[in-house]
């Protein structure tokens, strides 16, 4: 049975930074696109980034140059550092498991995490 679990999510201040985790299981990780995904209220779920198993990595361009995405693979982890986030960062934020090829649309994602609130303040 696969599993993706977040964590790290909760309240910050404008400006602050969070680190979000995603520990898989079930899977073999290393085959594995990991994407991170986020829902606001009565919004779609948007692609945030992903990285590659050879840990290249692409980002949307909302948050370009302010979040980073890296995975270890010994841990079978994927790991979502937010810095300089702002109070439309606010969402539910995903990851989640593609087999071996990149993609930012949710309809080519295997497998899913329950999401972990991020909340910035302003």
């Known amino acids: 049975q696969v599993q993706l679990v977040e964590s790290g999510g909760g309240l910050v201040q404008t400006g602050g930074s969070l680190r979000l985790s995603c520990a898989a299981s079930?899977?073999?990780?290393?085959?594995?696109?990991m994407g991170w995904f986020r829902q606001a209220p009565g919004k779609e779920r948007d692609f945030v980034g992903g990285?590659?198993?050879?840990?290249?990595?692409l980002y949307s361009a909302s948050v370009k140059g302010r979040f980073t995405i890296s995975r270890d693979n010994a841990k079978n982890t994927v790991y979502l550092q937010m810095n300089s986030l702002r109070p439309e960062d606010t969402a539910v934020y995903y990851c989640?498991?593609?087999?071996?090829?990149?993609?930012?649309?949710?309809?080519?994602?295997?497998?899913w995490g329950q999401g972990t609130q991020v909340t910035v303040s302003s």
């Open positions: 079930g899977l073999t990780f290393i085959n594995y696109f």
């Open positions: 989640a498991a593609r087999w071996a090829s990149v993609s930012s649309s949710t309809a080519d994602y295997n497998y």
């Open positions: 990285i590659k198993t050879s840990g290249e990595t």
